[in-house]
């Protein structure tokens, strides 16, 4: 799933997911099935949580820069 993470967006992820979820949820899978569904669900779970901690970051130090912004001359400070 490296390379695949490149060009996965957090949505298809999530949806991908969410369809292994159900498919878990509402049928009888195949042992051997069963054990590639698994791993698939956890490498999108890794890749969301690494993806929304990145995200929380990111508005983390927007939100910072926003709270320096010098209303006086309409410039933000670095």
């Known amino acids: 799933m490296e390379n695949e ?36 669900a956890e490498s999108l779970l890794d ?8 995200v929380e970051v990111d508005v983390q130090e927007l939100t910072k820069r926003l709270e320096a912004f010098d209303e006086q001359n309409g410039e933000l400070t670095e």
């Open 5 to 40: 993470q490149e060009t996965l967006s957090y949505e298809q992820a999530y949806s991908e997911l969410r369809q292994i979820i159900d498919r878990l949820e509402n049928s009888d899978v195949n042992i051997d099935v069963l054990t590639k569904e698994i791993e698939r």
């Open 47 to 54: 890749f969301c949580n690494k993806r929304l901690s990145q």
